[in-house]
């Protein structure tokens, strides 16, 4: 009986322990090679705005292409929050995707503002993977210039 | 003789792998990468040198739990209490590696970096934390069922 009851929490705890290295070097690895694979085509992230000169309204569009060289899907999102001078958001937009191993794809965050009202920005990354249940985010504010909007 | 080898070169395995290699790591590490230590704690507060200490005195308390496990007989409530307290000891260890040195955030670390307009990191690995939960669980249970059928089975 001693046997068996040990035998089985022994079997149970290799199975664990299995479980645990495959979540943490899947999920760590992939996550990790997507964050190193699109930082090295940071270059490549493109900022286009167009102003309309008689409202002074400005659509900003934020094109980030994200490459998966993991071994499992991502699920990568990237946000921006347009922050006035009195801390109210002016506007506001977030992209994700889930992106296969080995695949690139872009991301793509438009928000449309009034010109001189914007201060700062928040921006936002994140990357989960192993079905979203591990993952890595950054956020972080900027200082935008005088025009108003951030800078490429 | 061959128990006290047994508990020996137990005890010699959990100095090895706590102790003494991230000690070491640390000491043989490029001075351009130890200068990266230092930035570390300086940008985002993650005090690797007090990981190392934390891990080296974790390693030590496992292995004098591994000896007197090795040494002790299984029915013995010794063996036991010593079976859970490295159970406890172990756990606590990897959720203060989980936790980037803050066992209490349970594998949700939180780094703050001072860059700037200021930048924050969170770093999600709460179900690693989880099946080390289940593990220490299922290894308390196995430590608990050995006891009391080695209990059992005791020569009168």
Not at chain 1, 14 to 30: A, E, G
Not at chain 1, 39 to 52: A, C, I, M, P, Q
Not at chain 1, 104 to 119: C, I, K, N, Q, W
Not at chain 1, 121 to 143: I, P, T
Request: net charge neutral; with cysteine; proline share 4%.
């Amino acid at each position: 009986m001693k046997r068996k009851a040990s035998k089985i929490l022994s079997a149970t705890i290799i199975v664990l322990y299995v479980s645990l290295l495959i979540v943490s070097s899947t999920s760590l690895f992939s996550i990790s090679s997507t964050l190193v694979g699109s930082l090295e085509r940071v270059e490549d992230v493109r900022f286009d705005s167009t102003t309309n000169p008689l409202t002074g309204v400005v659509d900003l569009a934020v094109r980030v292409p994200i490459r998966n060289r993991g071994i499992i899907e991502v699920n990568v999102s990237v946000a921006v929050k347009l922050v006035s001078a009195d801390g109210t958001v002016v506007a506001e937009g977030s992209d994700s995707r889930r992106i296969g191993p080995g695949e690139t794809e872009e991301l793509l965050v438009v928000a449309t503002f009034l010109r001189g009202t914007v201060d700062s920005a928040d921006l936002s990354f994140e990357c989960r993977a192993f079905f979203d249940l591990v993952g890595l985010s950054f956020s972080m504010r900027v200082e935008t210039p005088t025009e108003g909007y951030p800078s490429p | 003789m061959r128990r006290v080898l047994k508990a020996v070169l137990s005890a010699m395995f959990y100095i090895i792998l706590f102790s003494i290699l991230p000690s070491l790591s640390l000491w043989l590490l490029p001075p351009e990468f130890k200068s990266y230590v230092l930035l570390i704690k300086d940008y985002a507060g993650i005090d690797v040198q007090f990981m190392i200490t934390v891990a080296l005195v974790v390693g030590l308390m496992l292995a004098t739990l591994s000896f007197a496990k090795n040494m002790t007989y299984e029915w013995s409530i010794m063996n036991l209490t010593v079976a859970l307290l490295s159970e406890a000891v172990g756990f606590y260890m990897s959720l203060f590696l989980l936790g980037l040195g803050n066992p209490l955030s349970m594998g949700l670390a939180k780094i703050s970096i001072n860059y700037g307009g200021g930048a924050t990191a969170i770093l999600d690995l709460r179900l690693i934390a989880i099946l080390d939960i289940a593990i220490m669980a299922v290894s308390a249970a196995k430590s608990v069922v050995n006891f009391y059928y080695a209990g059992k089975e005791r020569p009168a």
